[in-house]
């Protein structure tokens, strides 16, 4: 796969204030991209830019080899499906889907033949004729989808699409649009802060804070291995301990000493030491270094959630056996599920 895609030490900024700082970013072709992170970090400025709606102050967007800051966005092979859909009302589904190939004037034969690949692809054939007025959300959003890609981008940027919808029919378009992407086989760009959301979709997730990007990887490195507190913290539930690096795969964590996979720190170096809650085995008080009393027991359907309080530290325990509420356990994590970090600044 060619690079698609490029952005090249990207920086922006707004009455003063630096909304992107130094981005750089290469998406590949047939790639599903996410750009995920919090409310104000900067996806969504990232997402405009690559569409021609925003300019950057310093740097440059690179699409197919060519460099396009101030190409307007209709004259970049891209298209854009936002939270909002912006149906056009007074037309039906088959009307919407064929504006763009209208403004373009070309034939009916071929319109027609068009919006019916289109409609057969979000699962509308039948559904021509009817007012986008008379569609649920989700219909409405398909027509969105429909409309975008019938012009035929290379590229298409989704900008929380799935947000207006209830989660069991967001949970299904995540399927569909994944579908979509790999049966078109073209390039989608795609902007949520939902962590389940992107892991669900995507070949690549750029996770982003504050201007920044912390961490570029599959969706399996996001979870297994990230890069810092803030990405550890943001993607899935985490506990976040504070810990010094003894020497190489050595760690102390409350003033017990754990084995660890990680090596390259300094001796005695303060870190974050992260243990995702489904890693924490519960075992007999007598036989732990690490133990506490269990606060709260919540069923999940699928585990037990629980607060266990120690050392002024509470812990969070996913397991599917659960701990008497008061009772006090005793607690262990083995040495690949101890993930050591730098000590972040955020």
Known sequence: MGKIVSLDNICLSFEGEQILNNINLDIFDK??????????????????????FLEPDL?????????MNN???HKRNINTVFQRYALFPHLNVYDNIAF????????EKEIKERVFEMLKLVNLVGFENRSVQRLSGGQQQRVAIARALINRPKVLLLDEPLGALDLKLRKEMQIELKKIQQSLEITFIYVTHDQEE???????VVVMNNGVIQQIGTPQDIYNEPVNAFVADFIGESNIIDGIMLKDCLVNIFGQEFECV?????????????????DIHIIPKDNARLFGTVETVTFKGVHYEMLVRSDNFNWLIHST????????????VDPFDIHIMKKTTE
């Open 59 to 67: 740097g440059d967007v690179i699409f197919d080899g060519k460099k």
């Open 31 to 52: 790639e599903f991209v996410t750009l995920l992170g919090p409310s104000g970090c900067g996806k969504t400025t990232t997402l405009r830019i690559i569409g021609g």
């Open 100 to 107: 763009g190939l209208r403004v373009k004037k070309l034939n």
């Open 321 to 332: 056996k659960a701990a008497e509420q008061g009772s006090v356990i005793g607690m262990d």
């Open 262 to 278: 990680d090596k390259g720190f300094s001796l005695n170096e303060e870190v974050d030491v992260v243990i995702r809650p489904e």
């Open 71 to 73: 190409i307007p966005p």
């Open 198 to 204: 992107a892991l669900t979709m995507s070949d690549t």
